[in-house]
DNA sequence: CTCCGTTTGTAAACTACCCGACAATTCTTT
DNA sequence: AAAGAATTGTCGGGTAGTTTACAAACGGAG
């Protein structure tokens, strides 16, 4: 039943479709599972083996830091979005970690070391996995070049359309979304301070064009945006 | 001897250590060569077929140009280098193209769905480009991550001592670099405008921590940088 | 219901960097 | 050698965004 479960998470990713019933056990064979809550962090870089993470249910960020203790966010990862040691190597020099946004969320994992084995022995597996982390670094240099041309206005427009049309709840032209990220947060995602972040929501919200507390926020019409 | 002149080529390329002779004669055959001059564009992303390029001698630069005509550079390609359509996907969106920087290169190329169908019959060079893919990711985050963090003159020094370390001629602390970049351009790559960049280089220069010019930059203590 | 930690709101001083404009220098071409 | 093009140097004015600092509002724990 237990092991039943695991199959079922690691089926229903888009990129084990490729895989056929008796390669998927094997690999969830070696996979773990486990579940966690608010605030915890669920991943570091440098400990413990290097892993590949699937986020099943809930949502959590990737923030690095550096040297000097600065931290950014450096992605928001959603049900169904694998992460970790996704460059199948584990850099010492980066430090970065994961923690849980939602009240709750659960997880399966398994070692670097024996998804590379599987995927040795799935050629057309390795190539879809190639595909994905090319994908990733595809979305990585959008961000990049938001960041380099544009103001901190035009990033926070983008990110929240970004988010609303990832998991917002659409009618019509209006989408909800489900807010469980702070201020703070969204300021770190779009890479600016904390300040500008709020003072930029407010003027959106007098503008009518966003309505924005804590448990969610609403955007009332996202060509308007 | 052409086709020698190839292999070659390919061969001595890290990537492809793990192919044996039949394979690369394989990738050989459908490979093309070609040499180009400074100033030429070599590569547009949405023309053609989708390639991957590898450079076999000199340098280029990948430009980016987004919806205003803002141009970035995002990477400098060197001798042996690959470049191209790396994430083994045509990107309709993203508008970027290659532009030779030193007086002559040389490059050779292979059509991606050749590519793709050696990749799918040798799994260890599937992995190999894998890796390959996810350093290349990794590497974009550490620039991105400056870009964020640091202000313009940190983000110059790392820059230059990089460029040193990596093809500059050392002698002890000194390094020698042969300059084949304007200050427009390494005012692009580190994301300022060329006004700051100059101002920024000569201001270096005055505290005797480099010496510029246009054919080549000299670092007299790169520990001191 | 009250208290306390977290999150949000607001204001003013400060600054790194951009932008425009123009001059000076160096390389290229004929 | 001279003209023309490209690259480099320099100067202020303007500003988006940071930083510091504090107050207000919210929300969970007891």
């Known amino acids: 039943m237990y092991d039943e479960l695991k199959y079922w998470y690691l089926r229903d990713h888009k990129l084990f479709l490729t895989l056929n019933m008796s390669q998927i056990k094997q690999l969830c064979i070696i996979s773990g599972f486990k579940t966690a809550k608010k605030g915890e962090v669920i991943y570091f870089s440098s400990s413990d083996l290097p892993r590949i993470y699937l986020l099943k249910k809930g949502n959590i960020k990737i923030v690095s830091v550096d040297e000097e203790g600065n931290e950014t ?4 990862i959603q049900k169904g979005d694998l992460f970790g040691e996704l460059s199948l190597e584990n850099d010492g020099d980066v430090n970065e970690y994961a923690k849980v946004l939602t009240d709750e969320v659960s997880i399966c994992s398994f070692l670097l070391s024996d998804f590379e084995d599987l995927l040795v022995r799935n050629p057309s597996l390795a190539l879809s996995y190639t595909k994905f982390v090319g994908l990733k670094m595809k979305r990585f240099k959008n961000n990049y070049s ?12 983008s990110f929240i359309k970004d988010w609303a049309e990832r998991e917002g709840i659409q009618e019509g032209k209006k989408y909800t979304i489900s807010n469980y990220l702070t201020q703070t947060d969204i ?5 600016t301070s904390r300040q500008t972040a709020t003072l930029l929501l407010n003027e959106l919200e007098e503008k009518n064009l966003i309505y924005y507390n804590r448990k969610e926020i609403t955007i009332e019409d996202i060509s308007k945006l």
């Open 146 to 157: 938001n960041l380099v041309s544009k103001d901190a206005r035009t990033r926070l427009i």
């Open 187 to 191: 300021a770190q995602i779009i890479c």
């Open 73 to 76: 966010i450096k992605e928001i």
